[in-house]
């Protein structure tokens, strides 16, 4: 499925691939390399695919063996993606990035907060107020609603997760957004490491979109972050 036009004519809008039912995860990665590798050669355009998966858990380069909670419950894959340990699942969207971080700029940082900012771009199509806190990675919205911690602070709780990989100054892996997942299917892990906050959904908030909402918002708010006009 192809969304949006060409951004600019140096750098034409990466091809947008959405899949149908659930991607198995061992070959989502391998596709990922293959592409990542062909752009690297410039044999291949960029890529932004978005697909679903079943029930699993993935750890990530950084990923604690004490944080994965249950071991048995679903299948765990080891990730060479940054981050430590994330969910993914049926009702929520995973976007894999195979960018050209190398035409982009070389610039890491800026790149995931680009990321971050697709992200919150996209969650404030439906008013969400998307934020990003130091020290954490992925976006959280405030829960004013709930009891506050038990530090006091307020609370809140944790929508996307961002994790990247570069070879040859292209990304794969990506982010995820949660729409409608299960979120009991959290428990089996300690999501990014943090145990003080919590995981929330669109639908959790109270939101009755769509994974078709979802990918239109994204497709738009790609160009505004990515490639906006002068």
């Known amino acids: 499925m192809q969304i949006g036009a060409m951004t600019d004519a140096a750098l034409p809008r990466p091809e947008w691939r959405i899949s149908p039912g659930y ?5 989502a990665v391998a596709t990922m390399e293959a592409r990542a590798e062909a752009i690297a050669r410039g044999e291949a355009g960029e890529l932004i695919w978005l697909v679903e998966h079943p029930p699993l858990y993935t750890a990530g380069t950084s990923a ?7 071991p048995d ?3 765990v894959y080891a990730s060479k993606r940054g981050g430590q340990y994330t969910y993914h699942g049926p009702g929520q969207r995973v976007v894999y ?5 190398g035409k982009r700029g070389r610039d890491v940082r800026a790149f995931v907060k680009q990321l971050e900012d697709w992200v919150i771009a996209a969650l404030a199509e439906f008013n969400i107020s998307g934020e990003i806190r130091e020290g954490r990675v992925g976006v959280w919205v405030a829960r004013p609603e709930k009891p506050a911690g038990p530090d006091g602070q307020p609370r809140e709780d944790k929508i ?3 994790g990247i990989r570069l070879r040859r100054w292209v990304s794969f892996h990506g982010l995820s957004i949660n729409v409608d997942p299960d979120l009991g299917h959290f428990t089996g892990i300690v999501p990014c490491g943090i145990t003080e906050h919590g995981v929330t ?3 959790d908030l109270g939101l009755p979109v769509t994974m078709d909402d979802l990918d239109l918002a994204l497709a738009r708010s790609f160009d505004e972050v990515f490639c906006p006009t002068p």
Do not use: C, Q
Not at 64 to 70: G, N, R, T, Y
């Open 160 to 162: 996307a997760a961002i």
């Open 23 to 27: 991607t198995d995860y061992d070959e």
């Open 201 to 203: 959904s669109l639908v």
């Open 97 to 101: 990035t195979m960018l050209d971080v």
């Open 73 to 75: 419950r679903f299948p």
């Open 64 to 70: 604690k063996p004490a944080d994965l909670v249950d």
